[in-house]
């Protein structure tokens, strides 16, 4: 699946062993930000399955979304792009930094349930993560009964 649409890189949210992952600004989808994972095209590899993997949790709240991925010409060099949900809180790791490591318990219970549902679907669709640790557990806000809450979304998917 290929996916083309204008953005704007804006800067760098970090360095992973298989790609670069930016925040950029679409002018295409309702989302008005979302992130890019991107590697040289010949050493894209481990992201295009990631993406293929992506794929299989489409609609699951608990894995974070995937729009799509494209192909873009860098001054001469070409590049693979996976196009995901950003995640402005962070990770679950930036979360337990934030409380001292002391996560009250009744939002370690929450937070466990919200994980249990995202495994659950993804060893329904016949995968298992590999690499399961709070770095790759984003952070999303949400409102529930107009109070201020968070989503946990299960991210990261290559190679395993
Ligand atoms: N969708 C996203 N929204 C916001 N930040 C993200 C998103 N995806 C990744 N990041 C951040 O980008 C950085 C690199 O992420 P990536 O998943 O590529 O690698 P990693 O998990 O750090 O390392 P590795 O892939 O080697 O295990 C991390 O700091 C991660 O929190």
Same mark, same amino acid.
């Not at 002018?27 to 989302?31: D, L, P, S, V």
């Not at 995968?127 to 590999?130: E, K, L, S, W």
């Given at each position: 699946m290929s996916t083309n649409m204008e953005w704007l890189r804006l800067k760098k949210l970090g360095q992973g062993t298989y790609g670069t992952v930016y925040l950029a600004m679409s002018?295409?989808?309702?989302?008005l930000y979302f992130a890019v994972k991107n590697a040289n095209l010949e050493d894209s590899s481990t992201l295009q399955k990631e993406m293929r993997i992506f794929q299989k949790f489409r %609609?699951?709240?608990e894995v974070v979304k995937c729009y799509g991925c494209c192909v873009s010409n860098e001054g001469g060099a070409m590049k693979y792009n996976l196009l995901l949900e950003y995640?402005?809180? %962070?990770?679950l790791l930036n979360l337990m930094r934030d409380c001292g490591g002391r996560i009250p318990e009744s939002h370690v219970r929450k937070y466990t349930k919200m994980l249990l549902r995202g495994l659950s679907c993804i060893d329904n669709n016949g995968?298992?993560?590999?690499d399961l640790k709070p770095a790759n557990i984003l952070v999303f806000p949400r409102e529930v009964d107009g109070l201020s809450d968070v989503q946990l979304k299960i991210a990261d998917f290559g190679p395993g």
């Open positions: 002018t295409f989808t309702e989302e %609609g699951a709240n995640a402005p809180m %962070g990770s995968h298992v993560h590999c």
